[in-house]
């Protein structure tokens, strides 16, 4: 059982928003940043966000993300189909001493 | 090309070892810290610790300690997993990943690249 933990699916018509929300606690999102990372089928984790909502260096400016207390978001803006993949939300944990992965939420664009 | 490539399938028996290798390319392979990720068959993934790649340096799991070690090879930009006692459950694929840096400035757990993943299956 994650730590983080995230809204098992997103989806939305080509161009909509969708917001995906990771929920934490005091030691790991509380007090340390978090990273978002993509993942298409059948591929490795592809770094999106990093720093809470610092974009990876070639990501669009559809994805954003920002943090609040023990909780943070991933926002995409202008969906589009090749959006379609599972996200997940990560953060370093101080009590256990992991770097812990979210649940992870499948987006799906209708 | 900036790159890290991984060795080949593996399938073991329970109670067998497997030995992964990452190879680093097209980068200053000691400047960043190199991460071991696994992700068992639909789940999400599990980091298993870091290593050094200059001075050697690890930090493992507490979930793996005991069973899992670590390596670097500068020689030849390679680093290494060992996973030994292997059950059923370590069925996964596993990913060497480097940490982000950013003109020295370097994000300890955010990784910018990733090996393309070893499958090891672990069946009786």
Known sequence: QSLLTQTPSASGPPGQRVTISCSGSRSNIGQNTVNWYQQLPGAAPKLLIYSNSRRSSGVPDRFSGSKSGTSASLAISGLQSEDEADYYCAAWDDNLRIYVFGTGTTVTVL | ?????????????????????????????????????????GQGPEWMGLINPSAGGTNYAQKFHGRVSMSSDTSTSTVHLELTGLR???????????????????FTHAFDLWGQGTMVTVSS
């Open chain 2, 1 to 41: 090309q900036v790159q890290l490539v991984q060795s080949g399938a593996e399938v073991k028996k329970p109670g067998a070892s497997v030995r992964i290798s990452c190879k680093a390319s097209g980068y200053s392979f000691t400047e960043n810290f190199m991460h071991w990720v696994r992700q068992a068959p």
């Open chain 2, 88 to 106: 059923s459950d370590d069925t996964a694929v596993y990913y060497c990943a480097r940490i982000y840096c950013d003109r020295g400035d370097c």
